[in-house]
Structure formats: structure tokens, C-alpha cells
């Protein structure tokens, strides 16, 4: 799904609701999960000006999840760790968007190349 | 361009979200609340967002900023009606909602806010309600 | 012509199923307290029959073919309800392999005069056995784990209860150590709560948790901070002088979150905030 304005971010939060609905996510969990959703894409809009995210659902043999991966061809973070520390912010937020991030679901990952773009996977389980 | 329709009752400002909000909306919202302050001089402003399933940092950052520009300006904010997935994904995310205060629904929010703009033609009285 | 494998095994099938029981009666570990003689006899010759039915020479050359499915399914069946029974997989894994005994006794008897052809058969059946005995732990496994996962959920369930103890005024007492599903739980309960209820304090009491570390506390904390940001005030209650001693050494900084040292006290605290008063009766008429 490709994300190129902000007008976007509402359908798209609507879309990871009916997945997370459809595989049966409890009411927190979903909205863990649609938050997280929402944090990354506006880092997105905001750095990288759009890119694309690509929704799946995980089965594995006892439990079922949903996985988000957000792609951009922004500009990329320089400096991941520092990025994933609270209240650090390049921009004029409250810097809480990835570690916040992080915290909300249950696996993360950010790939970042400066200059190339950024790459974040999610992963929140049914009932994790 | 839509808008979030603001309320005027008596004193206060009364502000019911009822759709999922994009970030224009919002910092439109932000906007207009306190134009609507200052033209009317209100003493409280009651946020409901009791409709809304999603709060994210954005959203947060939002309702603080109404909180404290309407501090300033001599107004109180109550935002009630959070939904309790909500609040547990805030709490999670690290946001606190600092110098806004709570309530459970509009009722309880408006006999907060009583309490409080009554407060000022008494002596203070100690808020323990608030989120402080 | 060499004769048919399954031919010979379904002309076969009461002695088969006669040998089968007998080898089942005889194992040591019969459970008769889980499941009768006549129960087990039934179970096995539905059993006996599908498989007898679904074999062939044709289908015995691919054993991981659709056709075995109804087997497949009658297997599982009969593996999860093991599981659930409480049979142990020693037992469960008896009950099948046993089967292949009596099957390979059998195929002896019928192809007597041939070695090469029984040695062939006899691989055949031990394969589709051996498949099938896959099957059954699998099954038997996953059985046992969803009787673990109700369980779990039950358990959570349990110890998390949220009492009113007055009106706006709800009580919620953590037994047992809180971890982070458990944190979720107990606030999803507790904020669900405080919504239905339209409860304005909260207590949290926590002289059933056996120790506070700073994980806990922040859990709490976490807690505490999610129920005012719903509009309500919490307080925790039942802090024993041990847990006193370990948050202070350990540099936890509760001091935002009004602490009680028991229930009562929490209580007294929160009808103060709720401005109520509770007096004896005088003589008839009661006031409060």
C-alpha cells in the first residue's frame, strides 16, 4: 500500500484494523498495534515525504500476527541508536515515535542506509 | 476543509471528536481552540475523545499543547472519555498527557471543571483529581 | 501373482483387531480408570476398519497422499482426546504401535511361503505406521497444549478480580507475581472496570504480591499512570514493611502515587477523597 500524503494515514489505519480484526486481535492489542501503524507512517510523510507498506499475516503453530514493513526512500537515519532513545528527536516532536514504537509491539526492526531510505518491520502476535 | 465543530457553554468550551483524526485536523483543532478561548474568554475547555480508537504521539503532543497554551491563557482543559485500550497504549508509548487533567465522561469533566474555576474565587483548594 | 497386501489384511480384520486388543490388554500400563475395556475395544475397531478401508496396494506406494486423510483425521481425534484424558504419550504411543505388531503379524501369517514378498509388505505397513505415528504425537502434543494454554488463561483470569467495594470505589488485589502479560491483564480488567462501573478510585492491593522489584514497580506505576489518564485516581495498598524496605533500596521513586499500608487505610483515604464520612450508628438511625 503506498503512503503519499497525509490523507492517506486514516484509510490505512482502517486497513490494519480490519486485519487485526480478522485474525481475531484483542481490543488492546489492536490498538498497540494501529498506533505503532500510525507513528511509523508519519515519520514517513514527515522524513521521507511517502513510501510503501507492505501488511501480512504471520501463522505459526500456535499463534498468528500481524507483520507491517514500512519502506521509504528518505534520507535515512544517521545515527539508529541514538534514534531509539527516548526523548531524542531530530525533528519538533516529543521524540517518543520509535522507542515508543518499540515498545508497543513485539518484535521491531529498523534498517536505515543515509541516503538510500529506511526500512522498519513490525510484528505484534494475537496475544502478545 | 473539515473541521471539528467547538461548542460554547457559558464558561466553557466544549469539544466532542468524533472521527479519526488526521494531523491537519488536529493542528487545526489546536488552532481554532484557542482563537475560540480568547474570543470568548472561557475559563474551561472539556475535550471529548471518547469516539477516538487511536491516540498516537502526534495526537498526544496535540491535546498537551491545547492543555498548556490554555493554561496560559487562563483556562483549564479537561479531556475526558479515553478509552481504556487507549490509555494503556499511552502509558506504553511514554506519553503521559502532563498538564491536561482527566475524567471519566462529560459529566464527571464539567463538575471538574466547576470545581476548579470555582476554585479560583474561593481560596485554592488542593486538586486531587488532577493529573499533575 | 503375489497376493495383496490390503486384500489379506482386510479379509484378516477381527483376528486383527482380536491380536491388536490382546496386545493392548496386555501392556502394563493399561488405563483402566481412564478408559474401559468395551470403550477401548470400540475405539480401536473404528480405527481398524477406516485404515483396513482406506489401504490398497495403489495407495500403500504413497503414504502422504490425500487419501489417507480420513485416517489422518480419525487419528487425531482420537490422540487429542488421549491428550485431554490425561492418558500419558507412553501410553498414547502403545495404542498405536501396538496396532503395527498385530498388522505384521498378520502380514506373517499370510505371506509364509514368501519372504522376499513379506519383508516387502512388512516395510510398507511399518511405514504407513510409522507415519501415522507422527501424526498421532503431533496431535497428542498440540493437545496437551491447548489443554496448557486454557489453562494459562484461566489462571490469569482467576487473579485478577476486580471488586467494588463501595460505590466509585473499586478494589483490586494482585496475588502472585506480576509480569508484564500479567500488567495487562490486570489493567485491561481494572480500566475496562472503571468504565463500566463509572468508579473514580481505584485500589490496587498488592500485600499479595510476594516481592517488588523495580520491574514490578514499574509495572505499577504504569498502571497507576493509565488510570489517570482515564479520569480516576489510583491508589496501592498493602505495602509490607519488606517491600517498603526493597523499594528504597532500590531507588524506586513512588512519591507520585498516594501508598497505603493496608486495604483499610486505602479505603479511609478514598472516602475522604469522595467526601464521605462513616460514623456508627446512633441508636436507630444510621449515617453515613
Same mark, same amino acid.
Given at each position: 500500500m503506498r503512503i503519499e500524503k497525509e490523507q492517506d494515514v486514516v484509510p490505512f489505519r482502517n486497513r490494519v484494523k480490519e486485519y487485526a480484526v480478522k485474525i481475531g486481535m484483542s481490543l488492546v492489542n489492536q490498538t498497540k498495534l494501529i498506533t505503532a501503524a500510525s507513528e511509523l507512517v508519519r515519520n514517513m510523510l514527515k522524513y521521507a515525504g511517502g513510501g510503501t507498506v507492505l501488511m501480512e499475516v504471520i501463522s505459526q503453530t500456535r499463534d498468528t500476527g500481524i507483520r507491517l514493513t514500512f519502506q521509504d526512500k528518505g534520507p &535515512?537515519?544517521?545515527?539508529i541508536a541514538l534514534a531509539m532513545?527516548? &526523548?531524542? =528527536? =531530530?525533528?519538533?516532536?516529543? &521524540?517518543? &515515535?520509535l522507542p515508543g514504537t518499540k515498545r508497543l509491539v513485539n518484535e521491531f526492526d529498523i534498517k536505515s542506509i543515509v541516503g538510500e531510505g529506511t526500512t522498519v518491520s513490525i510484528l505484534k502476535w494475537k496475544n502478545g | 476543509m473539515d473541521r471539528i465543530p467547538i461548542l460554547r457553554m457559558g464558561h466553557f468550551l466544549l469539544v466532542t471528536i468524533q472521527i479519526d483524526l488526521y494531523d491537519r485536523l488536529a493542528t487545526n483543532l489546536e488552532s481554532d481552540l484557542v482563537q475560540m478561548v480568547n474570543k470568548t474568554e472561557a475559563k474551561g475547555v472539556l475535550i471529548d475523545i !471518547?469516539? +477516538?480508537?487511536i491516540v498516537d504521539s502526534f495526537m498526544g503532543r496535540i491535546l498537551g499543547n491545547i492543555g498548556s497554551m490554555s493554561k496560559i491563557m487562563d483556562a483549564e482543559t479537561v479531556v475526558v472519555g479515553m478509552q481504556p485500550a487507549v490509555a494503556i497504549t499511552l502509558i506504553e508509548l511514554g506519553?503521559? +498527557?502532563?498538564g491536561v487533567h482527566t475524567a471519566l465522561n462529560v459529566e464527571r469533566g464539567m463538575e471538574l471543571l466547576k470545581e476548579k474555576i470555582g476554585s479560583y474565587d474561593r481560596e485554592p483548594e488542593d486538586d486531587e483529581d488532577s493529573t499533575e | 501373482m503375489k497376493l495383496d497386501i490390503a486384500k489379506g489384511l482386510q479379509k484378516r480384520k477381527n483376528q486383527l483387531l482380536e491380536d491388536w486388543m490382546s496386545l493392548q490388554l496386555a501392556d502394563?500400563?493399561?488405563?483402566e480408570d481412564l478408559m474401559s475395556n468395551e470403550e477401548l475395544r470400540e475405539q480401536s475397531n473404528e480405527l481398524i476398519e477406516v485404515l483396513l478401508n482406506t489401504i490398497s496396494e495403489k495407495k500403500l506406494e504413497n503414504i502422504? !497422499?490425500?487419501?489417507?486423510d480420513p485416517v489422518h483425521e480419525i487419528l487425531s481425534g482420537i490422540s487429542i482426546s488421549r491428550a485431554r484424558q490425561g492418558f500419558s504419550p507412553r501410553e498414547t504411543g502403545i495404542y498405536v504401535f501396538s496396532l503395527k505388531e498385530a498388522l505384521i503379524k498378520g502380514l506373517q501369517e499370510d505371506y509364509k511361503d514368501d519372504p522376499p514378498a513379506l519383508i516387502e509388505a512388512i516395510l510398507k505397513i511399518s511405514k504407513l505406521m510409522d507415519s501415522l505415528g507422527v501424526v498421532t504425537f503431533e496431535t497428542f502434543i498440540k493437545g496437551r497444549e491447548e489443554v496448557i494454554l486454557r489453562q494459562t488463561d484461566e489462571i490469569s483470569e482467576i487473579s485478577t478480580p476486580v471488586i467494588r467495594v463501595w460505590e466509585g470505589i473499586l478494589a483490586l488485589p494482585i496475588i502472585g507475581t506480576l509480569d508484564s502479560a500479567r500488567t495487562q491483564v490486570v489493567m485491561e480488567n481494572l480500566l475496562q472496570q472503571i468504565v463500566e462501573s463509572g468508579s473514580t478510585i481505584a485500589i490496587l492491593d498488592i500485600?499479595?504480591?510476594p516481592a517488588v522489584d523495580s520491574l514490578v514497580a514499574q509495572h505499577l506505576i504504569k498502571t497507576v499512570a493509565a488510570t489517570r489518564l482515564m479520569g480516576a485516581e489510583c491508589i496501592i495498598s498493602g505495602i509490607r514493611p519488606e517491600i517498603a524496605q526493597t523499594v528504597v533500596h532500590l531507588g524506586i521513586?513512588? =512519591?507520585n502515587i498516594v501508598t497505603k499500608a493496608t486495604l483499610a487505610s486505602a479505603l479511609k483515604h478514598a472516602f475522604s477523597l469522595l467526601k464521605l464520612e462513616v460514623k456508627k450508628a446512633q441508636k436507630e438511625k444510621a449515617a453515613i
Open positions: &535515512g537515519i544517521n545515527d532513545k527516548d &526523548g531524542y =528527536s =531530530s525533528g519538533k516532536s516529543l &521524540g517518543l &515515535g | !471518547s469516539a +477516538l480508537s506519553l503521559e +498527557l502532563k | 502394563a500400563g493399561l488405563r502422504e !497422499s490425500a487419501d489417507f500485600s499479595g504480591v521513586d513512588l =512519591s
